[in-house]
Each structure stands twice: as structure tokens, then as C-alpha cells.
């Protein structure tokens, strides 16, 4: 096959690369891909048989039989069988973006030694798991095996007791690693091994012979990733490929790469500190607003079964400033704590700046405080802060970041076990949130005995009349 260069705004062929298009005049339009053969499609009768294009066609009773075989396994890590909506679906291709060093292949290994160590036999030694090392050698690899393995046979309830070297042999007949990063030979593997799950780690370093692109590029990118999935998909193998980050934090590539898979995830949260989050930004088999919450260890990253308990784990209730909110993540209610700090400010322009909350929100929620509660916040420095490396989006924090605010303004202290519940409007009004109910259960089971939200105020003014703020 031979390559092309191709213009991706007007669709000009050109046979070597160039930084404008000569057509339309596009600059560094032009991505390489692969020139097919030219076929005449005069005669389609002639190129394909009947009984051949029959089995493209599959009636409604046909697929019904069909889907009872692609049935969800559970992947025996519960946050992330939340997040891809129940577990994991025959062929399905799952895109895993992060920062380096996030935890992105500790989840993947974790995710194989449990698979392989499982006593429900998802891998057998005729359908292995193919583990393709693409940026680490698999001495590198081996190592974090081994570490996180005497972690995992240690867990008694969903895998088998080895122990010493025979958890290593029981590892090594069901783990293939893969040290080629050629797209057509890890293909040729595929179709002679028939493995249960891949993980290409990452998808970033594959490549094809019959582009003259290096790897990483946009074209080898979206070449290496199609025919992955022409491979995959018939087989019903579970896919995980790995993909970096720009430095605006997006998935490297082309944006085509997160139309081209079924799922696509992130693993986000501050290198410094021990909290993991992984969300789904696009999930053809289930929901995307649920997010799964881990710890990051020195064993590898353990699951947060009640991440709201992390978040209050030291949470400074009584010092001015300092508010509790309850704000959703999915079905799953958390609450978090807020942290405002009020100084005078040295500026013409009085700084709001955020840490997991959004500056737009403190812009306003400062204009709405100055306006109806009659703050003076104009000559005042406002830093906001959520507490724990969480990022707080949903408008249901409004009125715990007013509270906040208001108390370190005030130097006031606020009551101890209460949670402030409510989405402020412009005009100084609470609104009512979503799932209400289910946050105030999530509050009181955790020890906090008042609420306030729409149900007990109807403006920001009267709560920071009530609170003394």
C-alpha cells in the first residue's frame, strides 16, 4: 500500500506532505493515510457473490441471540464497573486519558492480575490476556506485576490463595506480554491467540509500515486505532487503550480517536496527594456522570467505597470560612468541604481565584453577595477552595460558597453539623436542587443534623441574617 497526504478541510489528495493546502488554502491541513487501490464499481455484481453479502445482514431474532452472548463481567473493581456502567461488554474499545504518572496503568494491571487470579475462569490459558508494552519494557512492568500481586492474592473474597512462585506461573500462563509496538504484527497476534482482553499501553506508540508518519502522529494514530477495532469487534474482545494529554489536559490526537472508540475516561486528580478520580466522558454502555473514586497507595490504588467520609476526614468545622456542601456525582451524593479566605485587596482589580471551583461561579456569587446582601466585596481579595483535590461544578454548591465567604468576611464562625444545600440565583433567591432527598440522607447519615437549603430559607439574605454573617 501507499501512502497519501490528504487535506482534512477540503479532501485534496497531495503525495507528499506540505504545510498549506494547494486547493483551498488551509494551513497544516494535510494528515497521511493510506492510498487503497483503485477498483472499478461498474460490475458490484461481479465483485461480490450473494452468499457473501448475506452475511452482512442480520435480522432482529438473529441479534437477539447474538446480544445474550455479550453479556456484562463484572472486572471485580467496583468503582470502575461503576463507571463503565456495570462492567465490562464483549468487544468493547475503552479510551483511559491522564496525566503521566496518574495511575493509569496501575488500574490496568490491577484490572488484568484480578481477571487472571479470579475463581470465575474469565481468562484461561486459551484465551490469555494480552498486555502490549508499548512505553515500558516488560522488566519495568514485571516489577509492578509482582508488587501489586502479593497486594491482590492476599484478598480472599473474589480470588484464589497462591502462594510464592505459583502465583508468578498462574500470572505468567494467562498474562502474554507483548513487546512489538507494529500494529499488523500485534494484529497477527490477536488473530492467533484469541485473547480475552487487550490493553495497549499506549495507543500513541503503535504504528504501520504503510504510513511514512512517526508514531504518535494524527495518521498513525487513527490508522492503528481502526484496524484494532476492524480486529476486535467481530471477536468480542474487550479492548483499554491508553491515551496522553495535552497541556490543556485533552486526550492527545485527533479528536476523531474519541468518536472511533466506545468509551472514553479520564483519571484525573492532584499528583501530590493520594485522591484518584476516574470519570466517563462518553459511554456507549451506560451513563456519563458517574465517577469512581480511588486511593493511591504504595500496594496501587484501593477503592473509596464512601468517598464523602475521605472528603471530611479533616474537615475544620467552627473556624471562619470554612462550609459543608452535598453535591452529586452521578447516583452518588459526597460531601465535600469549602474553604473561603476574605483579605483586603492591593489592587484596582480585587483578585477571585478558584481551586476546583469554577471562576465564573465565584464572579458572580461575589456580585450577587455585594448586591443583595450588601457585602463589601469590592475592595476584597476572595479565594475559594474545595478541599481534598475535588472539582466542584454542580450549581448545588452556590450557597455553601456564599456561606463561606460571608463567614470569613464576617470572621464568623459557623454551626458545627450543618450542610448548606442550594443554587443561588441572580436576583439573591434559593432554588431548589435535584435529588434533595437523597443528599439530606447522605448528610444525616453521616452525623450532620441541620440543612439548609430552599426548604428552610428563600434568599441568601435571610441565612446570613440567621448565621450572623
Known sequence: MSAKFVCQKCGASHPKWQGQCNDCGQWHSLVEEVAQSSKSNKNLTTRFKPKELEQFLVSLPE??????????VSSLIGELDRVLGGGLVAGVVALIGGEPGIGKSTLLTQLVLKLTLAKKRFVSNKQPILYVCGEESPQQISLRIKRIAKNEHKKPKKTK???????????????????????????????QHQPSLLVVDSIQTLSTSDLTGASGSVGQIRECTQRLIEVVKPRGIATFLVGHVTKEGSIAGPKILEHMVDTV???????????????????????????????????????????????????TQGVPGSATVCTMEGTRP?????????????????????????????????????????????SKDVFLSATGGFKLKEPAIDLGCAVAVASSLKNKKLPKNTVFIGEIGLLGELRTVSFLKQRIKEAKRLGFKKIISRQSHKTIKQVLKELGC
Open 334 to 378: 459526597l460531601l465535600a468541604e469549602i474553604q473561603a479566605l476574605v483579605v483586603d485587596s492591593n489592587l484596582a482589580m480585587p483578585r477571585r481565584v478558584g481551586r476546583g471551583i469554577e471562576l465564573s461561579r465565584i464572579q458572580v456569587l461575589a456580585a450577587v453577595l455585594q448586591k443583595h446582601a450588601k457585602l463589601p466585596l469590592g
Open 63 to 72: 441479534e437477539d441471540v447474538f446480544s445474550s452472548d455479550k453479556k456484562r
Open 161 to 191: 490463595q497462591f502462594s510464592g512462585q505459583d502465583l508468578l506461573e498462574v500470572i505468567g500462563q494467562k498474562l502474554l506480554l507483548v513487546t512489538t509496538t507494529d500494529v499488523d504484527q500485534l494484529l497477527a497476534l490477536i488473530k
Open 265 to 315: 475516561l479520564e483519571m484525573e486528580g492532584e499528583r501530590t496527594g493520594q485522591l484518584r478520580l476516574l470519570r466517563a466522558v462518553k459511554n456507549r454502555f451506560g451513563a456519563t456522570d458517574e465517577v469512581g473514586v480511588f486511593r493511591l497507595t504504595d500496594l496501587g490504588l484501593t477503592e473509596v467505597s464512601n468517598p464523602s467520609e475521605l472528603f471530611l476526614d479533616e474537615v
